[in-house]
């Protein structure tokens, strides 16, 4: 496992990442991959508290400090790992239903927690190329998947998820929106 240093300083996560050549180079593989690898074994108690890592979902390569449009995301669950390392991703459809977790957001970038609200569409589909299977993938992803790639996503284009907080009213609950 890679360890990564995770970039906190906001002038380089405002920066605008640029698209990746396709056929993946072996180097941009082997980063969005380790990126992947670095998710799964953050959320691992054990190697978490080894190499004192926070745990994490999602992973843009802009939090790395490359500029590159990649992100990973590793979402482990009781029955389940969804894993994805994905490539110029591009949002083709969204809901208009939207959605926000409880909790709030989180990032490995954001040192201290920013509360409040963060509404996204509840569903969206993705197209994107997927280094783990090798193919260009349409993603439809709903609920808690859909609010993680929308906040890497986000990633690639410089925005950071307390941007989307109302400032004057953070908890303000817009009607019809799911709680995740
Ligand atoms: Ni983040």
């Excluded at 990564?4 to 072996?26: A, G, H, M, N, R």
């Excluded at 590159?68 to 591009?90: D, I």
């Excluded at 299977?133 to 890497?152: D, F, M, N, P």
């Amino acid at each position: 496992m890679k360890l990564f240093e995770i970039i906190t300083d906001t002038k380089i996560l405002k920066q605008i990442s640029e698209e990746v050549k396709l056929p993946l180079s072996k180097e941009d593989e082997e980063l969005v991959l380790d990126m992947v690898e670095y998710l799964r074994a953050s959320q691992d108690e054990e190697l978490s508290e080894k190499y004192n890592i926070r745990p994490g979902v999602g992973l843009a390569a802009i939090q790395l400090g490359i500029k590159k449009r990649m992100l990973a995301v590793c979402l482990v669950e009781e029955k389940k790992t969804t894993s994805y390392a994905l490539v110029n991703p591009v949002i083709v459809s969204h809901s208009v239903r939207e959605c926000f977790l409880n909790t709030g957001e989180g990032c490995l970038s954001v040192p201290i927690d920013v509360d409040g609200y963060v509404y996204r569409p509840y569903k969206v589909t993705i197209k994107a190329y997927d280094a783990i299977t090798k193919k260009k993938v349409t993603i439809k992803a709903r609920g808690y998947l859909s609010i993680i790639l929308q906040h890497e996503m986000d990633h690639l284009d410089g925005i950071l998820y307390y941007e989307r907080i109302d400032k004057k009213e953070p908890f303000r609950l817009r009607q019809g929106a799911e709680v995740i």
